[in-house]
C-alpha cells in the first residue's frame, strides 16, 4: 500500500530565509505527487503537482518542489519565505485503478513557524 | 468557478445520534471523497465513489457510510456517532491530476 512520510512535524524558519520541507513516499507505480497548504481556518490549497517530464517542479507563492526517483523523495522548498508561509503543509501521493482515482493518501503534515 | 459545497461549517451532535454530512460538487466530475482531518494525523480517506451507486472504503470506513443517489451529491452518513468521530470533514471532487477540496464541516459529538 502507498504511504506518505513527511518527517518533520514541526519546522521553524526565520522571514527571509530559505526553506525546504521534506517528503518521502511509497508507492509501487509510477507516483503522482502534490503539495498543499493550509493556513489556520482555511481550505487547502494546492502549491504544485508532479505527474511526469521535468522533475523540478514550479508552484504558486514562489513554492518549488524536485521528485528525486531513486530517493523516493519530493521535497518542498522556497528560497526566502514570508510571514505569511506560517501553515500546515501536506504531501500527498494519488493512486488510480481501473475505476478512476482511489484518491490521495496525505502525510501527517508539516507545521511551519516563522519567526521575525 | 469550480465549487464544492458542504451543507455545514460546524456542526454538534450528541452520542448515538445518526448524523448526515452532505457534500454537492457542480463540476460534473465523477470522482468524490469523504476524508477526516485530525491533528498529527493529516487527512484521511473514508470513503469514496467513482460514479452514481457506487462506493469504495478507503483508509478508515469503520463507523461510516456513504450514499450518493445523484452524481453531484455525495453524503456521509455516520449510523450512530461516537466521540471519536469529533473531527473536520472534507469532501474532494477530482478529475485526472485535480482534486478539488470543500471548506470542510467540523464535527463536535458529544
Known amino acids: 500500500a502507498q504511504s506518505v512520510t513527511q518527517p518533520d512535524i514541526h519546522i521553524t524558519v526565520s522571514e527571509g530565509a530559505s526553506l525546504e520541507l521534506r517528503c518521502n513516499y511509497s508507492?509501487?507505480?509510477?507516483?503522482?505527487l502534490f503539495w498543499y497548504v493550509q493556513s489556520p481556518g482555511q481550505g487547502l490549497q494546492l502549491l504544485l503537482k508532479y505527474f511526469s517530464g521535468d522533475t523540478l517542479v514550479q508552484g504558486i507563492k514562489g513554492f518549488e518542489a524536485e521528485f528525486k526517483r531513486s530517493q523516493s523523495s519530493f521535497n518542498l522548498r522556497k528560497p526566502s519565505v514570508h510571514w505569511s508561509d506560517a501553515a500546515e503543509y501536506f504531501c500527498?501521493?494519488?493512486?488510480?485503478?481501473?475505476?478512476?482515482?482511489?484518491?490521495?493518501?496525505f502525510g501527517k503534515g508539516t507545521h511551519l513557524i516563522i519567526q521575525p | 468557478d469550480v465549487k464544492v459545497t458542504q451543507s455545514s461549517r460546524y456542526l454538534v451532535k450528541r452520542t448515538g445520534e445518526k448524523v448526515f454530512l452532505e457534500c454537492v460538487q457542480d463540476m460534473d466530475h465523477e470522482n468524490m471523497f469523504w476524508y477526516r482531518q485530525d491533528p498529527g494525523l493529516g487527512l484521511r480517506l473514508i470513503y469514496f465513489?467513482?460514479?452514481?451507486?457506487?462506493?469504495e472504503k478507503g483508509d478508515i470506513p469503520e463507523g461510516y457510510s456513504v450514499s450518493r443517489e445523484k452524481k453531484e451529491r455525495f453524503s456521509l452518513i455516520l449510523e450512530s456517532a461516537s466521540t471519536n468521530q469529533t473531527s473536520m470533514y472534507l469532501c474532494a471532487t477530482s478529475k485526472p491530476g485535480e482534486t478539488y477540496f470543500g471548506p470542510g464541516t467540523r464535527l463536535t459529538v458529544t
Open positions: 508507492y509501487g507505480a509510477t507516483p503522482y
Open positions: 500527498a501521493v494519488a493512486t488510480y485503478s481501473g475505476g478512476g482515482a482511489d484518491g490521495l493518501t
Open positions: 465513489s467513482y460514479d452514481v451507486k457506487m462506493k
